[in-house]
């Protein structure tokens, strides 16, 4: 997959792409159904299958200092979308000069004349252009005017609403990952490099492996029992295992993270890649008085966590 970080100086190559336009946060069910729709017509036209999206999201430059509500980082939206079979990915900065394009000039000066699109696919609750002035009708009439076809998406939905990245935040902060997988179409995963962490866990014959939450929409704080993805080096491979997400509060107040304990496994995994998959929430967090009385609860979660995933399918 090329990934092209502008929208200026495109090469000829990857001009004339049919693209899928959106934000594309958590690539989930609605996502996919509007990439669906652009690699039929890319297909059917013989064109590259692109996707046009932003870095930063709009909402993190309108609100630098909002709470993270990201459901994943570029980098692994970017991974996932390479697995949907992407050709060409158009991240295009999402600064000052480009929020003051009204609706018209996006679609001119980026759609048309900068990447050169032949098509493009936006759900039916699109906006685009300076104060969200454009959506997806105005964009089917400045396609006809700039020269590149439109399709408007439906919105998906099941009996309990619209899949959208929103439901699936809610999901996570109320400990429900079962409904966020529901939307997304498969576990929600939080990726990163394992970090060196204070070895708390090694000391209580718990090591763990500690992801960093930066940026990220911070789900339910407590114990999950998890699918512990190793995407590379000497111990690749998937493990089962249990998770403790938030700020460990029997050591104080601490910047929440990550940690996971893997079961049937040692070895050094620092500095590693890897994707972790919250399958289910078991509890919430608690400070203990007690290691002693830490430690046993801890032992009981990892029972159970093993009991869930044994049922589970990565």
Sequence with gaps: MQIFKTYQDIP???????????????????????????????????????????EPHPREFFAPDAPPFRLMRSKTRAHRLEKLGIDVLFEIPFDKALSSLTAEEFAREVLAKGLGIRHVVVGADFRFGKGRSGD????????????????????VSDAKGDYSSTAIREALSDGRPEDAARILGHWHRIDGVV???????????????????????LPKFGV?????????????????GAASLGIRPTFGVNKPNLETHLFDFSGDLYGAPVSVALVAYQRPEEKYDTLEALIAQMNSDCVRAQEILDKAIN
Excluded: W
Aim: glycine share 14%.
């Design 195 to 217: 970090e060196k962490g204070d070895q708390r866990g090694r000391e209580l014959g718990f090591p763990t492996a500690n992801l960093s939450l930066d940026g990220l929409h």
């Design 12 to 54: 000829d190559t990857a001009r004339g792409a049919v693209v899928a336009m959106g934000n594309f946060d958590g690539v989930h069910l609605g996502h996919q159904s509007v990439i669906a729709l652009a690699r039929a017509v890319a297909v059917n036209h013989d064109a590259p299958l692109g996707i046009v999206t932003f």
């Design 136 to 155: 997806a009708e105005a964009l089917c009439e400045f396609g006809k005017k700039y020269g590149f076809g439109v399709t408007i998406a439906p919105l």
């Design 224 to 240: 999950y029992a998890v699918f512990f993805d190793i995407l590379d080096g000497p111990h690749k491979g998937v493990f089962k």
